[in-house]
C-alpha cells in the first residue's frame, strides 16, 4: 500500500521549525490570506503546484521537500543507525585520538554558526512583524 505525504502537514511542521506564526506566513503569501486560510491550507493533503511553490519561497525550504518529506520514513531511517551490538560487560581501553583543542574550536565555530541563523531568523521575524504593523496601520 502506497503511503500519500500529506502536503499540508508539512507545511505545518517546516513554519514551526521556523518559529513562524500562521499569520506571519499569511502576511508574506499576500493580502488574501489570513491565519484562518493558513489553517484550512495546512489541514490540505495535496496542495497545487504555484501555492506550493509561493509557499517554499517563503518558507526557504525546496518545494520537493514540502512534497516528499515523510516523518515515519525519517525516523525509521534514523532509527538504522542505532548499534544494539556494543558489549557493555567489555572492559575496552580507548585511546583519545584527537586534539581537544582543535575540537573545542570546531564546536565554537558551529556555535557561532547556530548564533549567526538565530540571529538572521529573528531579524527576519521582525521585519514581518515590522510589515504586519504597517499593515494594521493602513486599515
Not at 95 to 124: G, S
Request: overall charge negative.
Amino acid at each position: 500500500m502506497e503511503k500519500t505525504i500529506h502536503q499540508g502537514r508539512n507545511v505545518k511542521r517546516f513554519r514551526e521549525m521556523l518559529s513562524m506564526k500562521q499569520e506571519a506566513l499569511a502576511l508574506e503569501l499576500g493580502d488574501d490570506w489570513n491565519q484562518r486560510k493558513i489553517s484550512l491550507l495546512e489541514q490540505k493533503e495535496i496542495i497545487e503546484e504555484p501555492l506550493l511553490k509561493q509557499i517554499s519561497d517563503v518558507l526557504k525550504v525546496p518545494v520537493d521537500v514540502i512534497k516528499n518529506f515523510d516523518e515515519e520514513a525519517a525516523i525509521s531511517y534514523i532509527n538504522t543507525f542505532h548499534d544494539n551490538s556494543i558489549n557493555h560487560g567489555a572492559n575496552f581501553n580507548y585511546k583519545c585520538n584527537f586534539n581537544p583543542f582543535d575540537k573545542w574550536a570546531e564546536e565554537v565555530t558551529e556555535n557561532r554558526k547556530l548564533y549567526e541563523r538565530l540571529l538572521q531568523a529573528e531579524k527576519e521575524k521582525m521585519d514581518l512583524l515590522k510589515k504586519l504593523l504597517e499593515k494594521m496601520e493602513r486599515k
